[in-house]
Nanobody
Framework: QVHVVESGGGLVQTGGSLRLSCAASGSIFSINAMGWYRQAPGKQRELVAAITSGGSTNYADSVKGRFTISRDNAKETVYLQMNSLKPEDTAVYYC????????WGQGTQVTVSS
């Protein structure tokens, strides 16, 4: 079973940056892609960025040019670099391991103040 744990959230001002980390463990050979999702209060969870086992990336239009997803295979860790943060980026950010099933992390809070 795959286990994922997120970290790196916090409180930043508009225009600031954060780097989120997602550490994966377990049967990671079964993972086809890793994704970052977010859920703002009262809203649906949405895909922010994803990276496939082949290294291809995909981003939501709202974060293109500001966020970058990357991975460190040696550390079995996926990152989300978030720059030029806006208040609308405020949400709980979740890491997901995508394969035959989806394994979710516990979430990490990102709050962007005006």
């Amino acid at each position: 079973q795959v286990h994922v744990v997120e970290s790196g959230g916090g409180l930043v001002q508009t225009g600031g940056s954060l780097r989120l980390s997602c550490a994966a463990s377990g049967s990671i050979f079964s993972i086809n892609a890793m994704g970052w999702y977010r859920q703002a209060p009262g809203k649906q969870r949405e895909l922010v960025a994803a990276i496939t086992s082949g290294g291809s990336t995909n981003y939501a239009d709202s974060v293109k040019g500001r966020f970058t997803i990357s991975r460190d295979n040696a550390k079995e860790t996926v990152y989300l670099q978030m720059n030029s943060l806006k208040p609308e980026d405020t949400a709980v950010y979740y890491c997901a391991a995508l394969g035959i099933s989806t394994r979710w992390g516990q979430g990490t809070q990102v709050t962007v103040s005006s």
